[in-house]
């Protein structure tokens, strides 16, 4: 006997299959995330905890100095910076540390079954949980507790509070969602590699503003900012407690809706980003272009290359050219240098410090020539199959050399001749100039044999080294023992400068740059030629010592 069909359903309206609600299952999954991540091993848990206790007591500590500033006459300004600073530490947190925290990645989300709003909502709410979100709280509160002044203000205060978490928060998120695509990219992890430089000089540059707010002078200075800064979010929201004290209800009024109204624009941008994120397609699913619009740039030029030297000169520069740009290790050798050669000029111009610190330039660029096969690899061995005559051999360091130099002397002279300018010693130019010159081909000259004589190897694995295991030796033997025999080097140029100055010929001074610059480039030229013997007898040697 067979039995009865059931009688059809009627079909759910749309209002009544409403999805769930996924925040509960993100706050979850975001407190799995952080039990599960310290119990991976006792060490990582151990970093964690300091970590987050020094973090804590930093948080604490400033807020309680903010407090103790109020009825001070500096306590806004001090506030709305600190409102300033941690909005703009929010925002560019993701682009130096995306890879440290997977759940800034939506991509890992795209193929579940979730639509872009309420993944939105989730994802701000579970992003409110853990240690950046309490540090920036605590901040917060001692900013606004230190410019409330009565119950309207302290009512303002707290919604304050909130706008400003929730913006720094949300801004962090729509920052890492427009950006995903690029950070999880080749050049992302280039990003990620420069980051611990852009930090180190943002630091520096940070010490620099500190000390120049140092004394009642700079503290004056800092409130003429704050009335710029006021007017940033989210320390528009700092402000409106301020102005809520004074009784300026209107004006305070306007500041919050300036807060929330920046707030509901980052909040599209990432809703944005995250529908283009999960329902557009990328690369990955669009056909490859044409051939001939591939080798072609975007504006239809062709590369610069054609500017360099015919022959294999030419060539070895646009290989090296091509490492810089492409290889982590390389580029941020290179950017390294340019940042502190540049930084150390400005620390003088700050401190109205000397203008021979420009040297620093040159000396950071001209170490760039040193141990010029380990960045190779093991691919040296095509550099190698290329080389069958002292010629080659010579053509391969002059390509490698001048390199540098097209980079280092158009680098060197604009910064020189921007700290002499701003630091009022146009007459040191030219003598800083030729000294700088002379020290960068001596650098040049010394780099070359070095690369040949005590060559060792980088490893692939990990870019945050410089050398391989066991060859730290040879890493400081280059690096000092080169810079000394630079120096050595320059003393044909560097004697007659300082003796004109003792006998006080200062008119004959400016014959120092163009002695120098013939002087580096002659250097140069003769230590490059008798070491390219050498290169072509110690190939095999040279190709066994950096493959590692």
């Given amino acids: 006997m067979t039995a009865a069909a059931p009688p059809d359903t009627p079909p759910a309206s749309p209002s009544d299959a409403r999805a769930p609600s996924v925040t509960g299952v993100f706050v979850r999954l975001k407190l799995s995330l952080l039990r599960n991540g310290l119990r991976q091993s006792t060490g990582r848990t151990v970093g964690w905890c300091v970590g987050t206790g020094v973090a804590l007591l930093y948080a604490l500590a400033n807020g309680a100095g903010l407090i103790a500033l109020r009825h001070n006459h500096y306590a806004p300004a001090v506030s709305v910076t600190t409102a300033v600073v941690l909005g703009v530490g929010w925002a560019v947190m993701p682009l130096f540390f995306f890879g440290g925290d997977d759940t800034l990645d939506p991509t890992r989300l795209a193929m579940l079954p979730l639509r872009p709003r309420p993944l939105l909502t989730a994802l701000l709410t579970s992003s409110l949980i853990g240690v950046g979100p309490l540090f920036t709280l605590l901040l917060a509160t001692g900013a606004v507790t230190a410019v409330a002044e009565g119950p309207a203000a302290v009512a303002v205060a707290i919604l304050a509070v909130v ?256 700290a002499a300018v701003l630091l009022g010693r146009v007459d040191a130019l030219a003598e800083t100039l030729g000294l700088s010159f002379a020290f960068t081909g001596a650098l040049v000259a010394t780099g070359g044999f070095a690369s040949v004589r005590y060559p060792y190897a980088v490893p692939r694995d990990n870019p945050f080294s410089n050398a391989a295991p066991g060859q730290s030796g040879l890493v400081l033997l280059n690096v000092f023992g080169g810079t000394a025999a630079g120096l050595a080097l320059c003393l044909p140029v560097l004697v007659p400068v300082i003796a004109l100055h003792v006998t006080g010929h200062h008119g004959l001074l400016w014959l120092a740059l163009p002695v120098g610059a013939i002087y580096g480039a002659a250097i140069a030229a003769v230590a490059l030629r008798w070491t390219a013997p050498r290169l072509l007898d110690r190939l095999p040697e040279i190709l066994a010592t950096v493959r590692g």
């Fill in 163 to 418: 706008l400003l978490l929730a913006l720094c928060v949300a801004l962090s998120r729509a920052m890492a969602a427009a950006n995903t695509r690029l950070l999880t990219s080749r050049k992302g992890r280039d990003l990620a590699l420069l980051s611990g430089l852009f930090v180190a000089v943002g630091a520096q540059l940070v010490n620099l503003g500190l000390s120049s707010l140092s004394g009642t002078e700079g503290l004056h200075r800092a409130t003429s900012a704050a009335a710029v800064l006021r007017w940033i979010p989210p320390a528009t929201a700092v402000d409106a407690v301020r102005s809520t004290g004074r009784g300026a209800y209107g004006l305070a009024a306007v500041q919050l809706a300036v807060t929330a109204a920046v707030l509901a624009l980052v909040l599209r941008w990432w809703y944005r980003s995250l529908v283009r994120l999960m329902v557009s397609p990328d690369a990955s699913t669009i056909a490859a272009a044409p051939e001939q619009s591939r080798q072609r740039g975007p504006a239809g030029g062709r590369e610069p290359y054609h500017l360099l030297p015919p022959g294999r000169t030419g060539t070895v520069m646009q290989r090296q050219f091509r490492y810089l740009w492409r290889d982590p290790r390389a580029k941020a050798a290179l950017a390294t240098g340019l940042a502190v050669g540049l930084m150390l000029p400005l620390v003088a111009v700050v401190q109205h410090g000397s203008v021979y610190q420009c040297l620093w330039a040159a000396g950071l660029l001209g170490v760039q020539m040193y141990n010029q096969f380990g960045l190779d690899g093991s691919a040296f061995w095509t550099v190698m199959a290329t080389i069958s005559d002292r010629r080659d051999a010579e053509l391969e360091l002059r390509g490698r050399a001048l390199t540098i130099a097209l980079i280092a002397v158009p680098y060197v002279t604009v910064v020189t001749a921007g």
